[in-house]
């Protein structure tokens, strides 16, 4: 959390639904910010950037979304989705370092797996 609350701002890459998804459960928190500009990539997915503080309230959000969803068979899409973005957030504002230089890229949260191709598998 503390490495989040350092983060100016993060790029978020996914599909439309799944933001649909992460604006459903995180708008309500006291810390999310919707932001500015969503810009559509293709095959569906956008881009956009959070601040850091709305990068707090989706980490927050997605870990009380997964730990409340545990039980029962009726939650487990809701329970995956949160269980995926939060790991994925939380990997991203890993990777992050205190001191920058100034080429250095943004931290960026990506939920677009891919199958492996033949050339990468070996």
Known sequence: MLSAAAIASARVICHRDTWSFLIE?????PHFRLPERINDLDDGKIETFL??????ALLVTMRKVRDDH???DEHMATWALAAAVYRRTQ???KDTA???????GVTTIVLDDR???????A
């Open 25 to 29: 459960q995180t708008s309500q928190h």
């Open 51 to 56: 601040s850091g503080r709305s990068v707090l």
């Open 70 to 72: 545990l039980a029962g």
């Open 91 to 93: 990997l991203a504002v």
């Open 98 to 104: 205190h001191a920058r230089p100034d080429d250095a």
């Open 115 to 121: 199958p492996v191709t033949i050339g990468e598998a």
